[in-house]
């Protein structure tokens, strides 16, 4: 039952990326909507979880949660110029060479040779994962890709500054949740505002993949206790199979057979890179 459980973060984060092309919008209204959906889901858990509020954690907290808002708002413009299948696998990727780069340098992570070893390793395939994803069979559509995986790490530096934020001051996912959220929607508002049509019914339904975000997370955060995370972390980023195969054969994007071999070959790699850093975080 609990390993169900922990399937449960996978499923939830994979079908998100998957609802948000389906119900459309413009990126503003995806970034707000999914925002306010967290911040929903936070105010209706809140009496629920454990908190212990201090003023430096609920600042950096709110602070993490606007840098969020950045990497969503760049992720939906990637969504929308490259397609979930190439986008989620390349920011998954970036985001853990970044975290875990990060993690050696400034708290001494992999600090054993067998942890240095596999960890190496993990960068590794994730970079070869990368670039077989990134793979484009058009030539004309190189520029367009170029820009593309520009935007996705833009998302992505954003998203790996809002994670070492929250690590560099020790704070619990659990007292950063309401916080974060009220910051995300803070953050979605200074840098969508300007939008089009942001407040209207396709913002409201947009709601439903950010309280589909924040469930998943939520669960994710206890079944790491229950796991640990070397078992956790894999199987909380399989949603990257989710959205990945999903965009190519659900939401149909368009990909040449030599294309789709590509990001698939690359799925692969990444996830093997996944498994890697799970094992190394115990070592």
Known sequence: MDMLLALVPSILWGSYSLVIPKLGGNTGQQTLGVTLGALIFALITFP??????????????????????LGCLYQMKAFKKVGVSRTIPITT????????????IFFKEWGSKSALLVG?????????????TSYSEN???????RSGVIIILISSVAIIANVMLIKFFSISSFDAVLPQSV?????????????????????????????????????????????GVVIGFPLSQLGLVISTIGGIFLLKESKTPKEKKAVLIGLLFVFAGVICIGISKAL
């Open 48 to 69: 629920f979880t454990p908190h212990n509020y201090t003023l430096v954690n609920v600042l950096v907290s709110f602070i993490s949660g606007c840098v969020w808002s």
């Open 93 to 104: 990727g970036m985001q853990l060479i970044g975290t875990s780069v990060l993690g050696v």
């Open 120 to 132: 190496t390793l993990a960068l590794l395939l994730l970079i070869i994962g990368i670039t077989f």
């Open 139 to 145: 030539i004309s559509e190189h520029g367009n890709l």
């Open 183 to 227: 910051g995300m929607v803070v953050g979605a508002l200074a840098i969508t505002y300007q939008q089009p049509k942001l407040v209207s019914a396709k913002t409201l339904q947009l709601t439903l993949p950010g309280i589909l975000w924040a469930l998943g997370n939520l669960i994710m955060l206890y079944s790491n206790n229950n796991f």
